[in-house]
């Protein structure tokens, strides 16, 4: 009989401010025991699971162990990490302490426990590049492929000689240059160099453990630090990155007593740290770091909000609660272009509305548990940046999506390319242009601009720097400084009335309806708005091949176009560096 055997070492080192502070770390070994049809194959050195061990006790990772790995075992574990759910700033070190099988032109990769001796069977080793695709697609940022088996070097598409790494500044704050470095995602590997059949290389694994034994200043290290542990062994390991891997990306350690101890902090103790300036931010973020939080009252106070009704309106999914009315929907000034017209009065009932964009963070994690080919960044980077790139029907996939993952019913049906919205269903959906125009006004308020009525913006728009950047010329607003050549990470700038942010400039953001091309009609009028089909809950016009898109974005310059009125069509299967989403529900 087979023996497969699978134990989890328990894990109790971190309190839940820095779980989410810091993010957790995770540990997933494979170590060789037994090789069934190589009999020259020693079992891989108990050094392994000290190395596990060492990352429990020391570090505060969460340990899974996989011995006696066959071909199906490997396959399905790191599946079903592919499937799992991770946080932001976590990290998973992937070791294999195994043998592995190389011979030019031919296959190569790592002999599972079951691997055959004469390699006829292809599929019993698991192929280098499988194994490259499988750990990619794990959503998880920050991943380390720690690669102890023979014949290891021919791994990985980047090598070392092109592989760059920021280096750790020991002189900064230790948590808030850790916090700093784990922004970009990285994908990187260390394999111990046997470029020939031979067992796995001692030294490696005794190396890992001095490493990890190290009096580290502040008790952290990053991957850069690892690799110049590793240099004075004989084979040299390789190292470099693969897949998702981001500029500036690494891996760090931080002994569970050093710089992760920043975050042992009781709720009184935050609370004062956070003095006056409290915001609405700082504030949530501390009702989620102590469920408990002996200042419930006083913050809920400050939202005017009961701890339920809170929760009840996503508040701590950063959804604004945008309670309704009537107001004057369209751009009562002489200068619209895009079909803004004329006035009506237009009532909307209460709903939610996301506070920012949605980012490539949230939208990588779609893509990543759907399948999905990740749009573009266009070099501007991901994580808290608004996502681009997506088409309309993009956006309303990844509402369908995240309503079932939050356990919503989904709005959204699909016949060919006919999208059918069932308006009663409470899952996420694209705001009606009407309910984003409402926010963008602040209600009632009528707001020209989101930010006001002033024509000094505060948003992020082609700026006097951004265009020199792109070579704009002459633009409209002279002097204007808001900090940015391309997107902004989201939530740099509030405007309004309801604690929204971005809603002019950074992208266009794709709304439910569709726009009708006036035709024969003036230009100032829109048949919809010249119909007035309905003044409650409108949810646009029923015909035509474009979708609205609102707010503007960083490419445009004129005030004209960040007016909350200001409509523009774009084909829905457009993907644009210019648009983006937010979300939006039904008020229940």
């Keep these: 009989m087979r023996l497969s055997l699978l134990f989890i070492f328990s894990f109790f080192g971190l309190s839940l401010s820095a779980q989410v502070e810091n993010g957790r770390n995770y540990g997933l070994f494979f170590v060789g025991v037994d090789f069934h049809h190589w009999p020259s194959l020693h079992p891989v050195s108990d050094q392994v699971l000290a190395i596990a061990q060492s990352l429990q006790d020391v570090y505060g990772f969460e340990i899974e162990v996989i011995?006696?790995?066959?071909?199906?075992?490997?396959?399905?574990?790191?599946?079903?990490?592919?499937?799992?759910?991770?946080?932001?700033?976590?990290?998973?070190?992937?070791?294999?302490?195994?043998?592995?099988?190389?011979?030019?032109?031919?296959?190569?990769?790592?002999?599972?426990?079951?691997?055959?001796?004469?390699?006829?069977?292809?599929?019993?080793?698991?192929n280098y590049s499988h194994l490259e695709e499988l750990v990619n697609n794990i959503p998880c940022d920050h991943i380390l492929l720690s690669l102890d088996a023979s014949t290891s070097d021919v791994f990985g598409p980047t090598k070392s000689e092109a592989f760059k790494l920021p280096a750790w500044k020991s002189n900064q704050n230790c948590w808030d240059h850790k916090a700093s470095l784990l922004k970009a995602k990285s994908?990187?590997?260390?394999?111990?160099?046997?470029?020939?059949?031979?067992?796995?290389?001692?030294?490696?694994?005794?190396?890992?453990?001095?490493?990890?034994?190290?009096?580290?200043?502040?008790?952290?290290?990053?991957?850069?630090?690892?690799?110049?542990?590793?240099?004075?062994?004989?084979?040299?390991?390789?190292?470099?990155?693969f897949g998702m891997h981001e500029e500036d990306g690494t891996f760090i350690w931080s002994k569970k007593d050093s710089c992760s101890s920043r975050n042992l902090i009781t709720d009184e103790e935050e609370w004062q740290q956070m003095g006056r300036d409290r915001d609405n931010n700082s504030v949530v973020r501390h009702l989620q770091l102590f469920p408990k939080c002996g200042h419930e009252k006083l913050i809920l106070e400050q939202f005017s909000?009961?701890?339920?009704?809170?929760?009840?309106?996503?508040?701590?999914?950063?959804?604004?609660?945008?309670?309704?009315?009537?107001?004057?929907?369209?751009?009562?000034?002489?200068?619209?272009?895009h079909y803004d017209g004329p006035v009506h009065p237009v009532t909307?009932?209460?709903?939610?509305?996301?506070?920012?964009?949605?980012?490539?963070?949230?939208?990588?994690?779609?893509?990543?548990?759907?399948?999905?080919?990740?749009?573009?960044?266009?070099?501007?980077g991901r994580e808290d940046r608004p996502v681009i790139n997506v088409s309309w029907f993009d956006a309303v996939a990844y509402c369908n999506w995240l309503s079932t993952e939050d356990d919503f019913v989904p709005v959204y049906t699909f016949e060919d390319k006919r999208v059918i919205a069932n308006w009663e269903a409470n899952g996420y959906r694209l705001p009606t242009e009407a309910e984003w125009e409402y926010a963008a006004c602040s209600g009632a308020t009528n707001y020209r601009y989101p930010w006001g009525n002033e024509p000094e913006p505060n948003a992020n728009l082609l700026d006097e720097y951004a265009a020199k950047a792109h070579d704009r010329g002459v633009i409209e607003r002279k002097g204007y400084q808001d900090g940015y050549i391309w997107t902004a990470p989201v939530g740099q700038f509030q405007q309004g009335g309801f604690g929204l942010f971005d809603m002019a400039g950074n992208v266009w953001e794709w709304c439910w309806d569709v726009l009708d091309v006036p035709g024969h009609l003036p230009a100032r009028e829109s048949r919809y708005y010249s119909l007035k089909s309905s003044s409650k809950d409108p949810k646009g016009y029923v015909y035509g091949?474009?979708?609205t898109v609102r707010g503007g974005s960083w490419f445009d310059d004129s005030l004209m176009t960040f007016e909350c009125g200001v409509r523009l069509a774009v084909i829905p299967e457009a993907r644009k560096e210019v648009i983006g989403f937010r979300l939006c529900r039904n008020f229940e």
């Design 67 to 126: 011995t006696y790995p066959t071909e199906s075992d490997i396959l399905n574990v790191l599946k079903t990490y592919g499937q799992k759910t991770f946080q932001a700033k976590d990290q998973l070190l992937i070791y294999f302490g195994m043998h592995g099988f190389y011979e030019p032109g031919k296959s190569s990769g790592l002999i599972p426990t079951e691997g055959a001796l004469d390699g006829t069977t292809p599929r019993e080793w698991i």
């Design 545 to 547: 091949t474009q979708r």
């Design 305 to 337: 909000l009961s701890r339920e009704a809170a929760e009840q309106q996503n508040f701590f999914r950063n959804m604004a609660f945008i309670r309704g009315g009537t107001f004057q929907m369209g751009d009562a000034t002489e200068d619209y272009y």
């Design 187 to 241: 994908r990187v590997y260390l394999t111990n160099g046997a470029y020939n059949r031979k067992n796995p290389n001692a030294d490696f694994t005794e190396k890992w453990l001095d490493l990890l034994d190290e009096e580290w200043e502040e008790g952290t290290f990053d991957f850069q630090s690892l690799l110049e542990g590793f240099q004075e062994l004989d084979p040299k390991p390789t190292f470099g990155s």
């Design 348 to 380: 909307v009932s209460d709903f939610y509305l996301g506070r920012y964009e949605v980012t490539f963070a949230d939208y990588d994690t779609f893509c990543l548990a759907t399948g999905r080919e990740l749009p573009k960044d266009q070099g501007w």
